[in-house]
Each structure stands twice: as structure tokens, then as C-alpha cells.
Nanobody, 129 residues
Framework: EVHLVESGGGFVQAGGSLTLSCAAS??????????IGWFRQAPGKEREGVSY????????WYADSVKGRFTISIDSAKNTVDLQMNNLKPEDTAVYYC????????????????????WGQGTQVTVSS
């Protein structure tokens, strides 16, 4: 069992920054075994992938809409995956979720949310214009 808890959401003006954290825990959790992805869902829109990181694949991925503005990283000391979000835009407004997916299944390309095994409860990010 893997337990994920997001934090760091809030209200910010356009051009501002926020850092989201996904705290991972559980007896079976290890960053070598799971990739962590960030997804977001805005009102009336489908969930979309934002970024993921896989320690075992030594890989990161970013959606085109956030490339160059967002940075994902693992903080092994805190057992978190952080998403640094800079130059935020109103279109970044959404509920952000982190998910965990086993690296032993599938294609080692972790952009599909329906393939994830565990999810957090989400954190709201609101960017005003």
C-alpha cells in the first residue's frame, strides 16, 4: 500500500511561484519501484498530465504547456516529490494531484493517468490574472 499526500497549493498572482509537494509513504513504497506523476484537473476539463519523475528510469517528463516553467524533483530526505512552478499563468489554475505508478508494468512512459496505481487527495492552485 502506498499513501500520497499533496501540499503547497494556494492562491497566487500571475507570474508568481508555488512549490507543490507529494509526500509518499507506505511499507511497500520506494522511489526505485514507483514513478511519481503530477496531474491537474481544471473545472469542466479532463485530467491532464503535467510532469513525472522516475528514479529507476532516470527520467523526467513535462507537458508542453509547462515546459521551461515547472521543475520536478525528488527530495529523498523528506520522501517527497516536489513540483516547483514558476511564472504561473491563469490557465494553470486547477486541482493538482500526484500519483504513483509501478515501474515494473507498462511502457516506462508514465503519462496516462488511468495506469497509475495510487493517488493523493489533491491540492488547489489558483492563479489570478
Amino acid at each position: 500500500e502506498v499513501h500520497l499526500v499533496e501540499s503547497g497549493g494556494g492562491f497566487v498572482q500571475a507570474g508568481g511561484s508555488l512549490t507543490l509537494s507529494c509526500a509518499a509513504s507506505g511499507s511497500s513504497f520506494d522511489f526505485d519501484d514507483y514513478a511519481i506523476g503530477w496531474f491537474r484537473q481544471a473545472p469542466g476539463k479532463e485530467r491532464e498530465g503535467v510532469s513525472y519523475i522516475s528514479k529507476s528510469d532516470r527520467a523526467t517528463w513535462y507537458a508542453d504547456s509547462v515546459k521551461g516553467r515547472f521543475t520536478i524533483s525528488i527530495d529523498s530526505a523528506k520522501n517527497t516529490v516536489d513540483l516547483q512552478m514558476n511564472n504561473l499563468k491563469p490557465e494553470d489554475t486547477a486541482v493538482y494531484y500526484c500519483g504513483a505508478i509501478s515501474v515494473y508494468t507498462g511502457s516506462h512512459y508514465y503519462t496516462r493517468g488511468d495506469e497509475y496505481d495510487y493517488w493523493g487527495q489533491g491540492t488547489q492552485v489558483t492563479v489570478s490574472s
